[in-house]
Nanobody, 119 residues
Framework: QVQLVESGGGLVQAGDSLRLSCAAS????????MGWFRQGPGKERELVSA????????YYADSVKGRFTISRDIAENTVYLQMNSLKPEDTAVYYC????????????WGQGTQVTVSS
């Protein structure tokens, strides 16, 4: 089992920045891919960004490229999502998730953290 706990959400104005954190525990993450998803009001959940734990390869959705940066701290077992130039359309509950690298399905999820961007 992998336990994931997100933090760092909040209410900000358009153009501001936030950094989300996801603290992982329970297993060594060397085989895992860590992802940040979000689900806005009335929208489907979407993958925003992902990172492989060992090689640090990254993925970004087109909507956040150039504004969001995903990173991980191996020593702290924590994944971060730095969000800059936030827009009202970034408003959503953000979830941290993990999957084994060989799997297409994210098996482990955090409880989510609310990000609200006012115009």
């Amino acid at each position: 089992q992998v336990q994931l706990v997100e933090s760092g959400g909040g209410l900000v104005q358009a153009g501001d920045s936030l950094r989300l954190s996801c603290a992982a525990s329970g297993r060594t993450l060397s085989r895992y891919v860590m992802g940040w998803f979000r689900q806005g009001p009335g929208k489907e959940r979407e993958l925003v960004s992902a990172i492989t734990w060992t090689s640090s390869n990254t993925y970004y959705a087109d909507s956040v490229k150039g504004r969001f940066t995903i990173s991980r701290d191996i020593a702290e077992n924590t994944v971060y999502l730095q969000m800059n130039s936030l827009k009202p359309e970034d408003t959503a509950v953000y979830y941290c998730a993990a999957r084994v690298g060989s799997s297409a399905m994210y098996n482990y999820w955090g409880q989510g953290t609310q990000v609200t961007v006012s115009s």
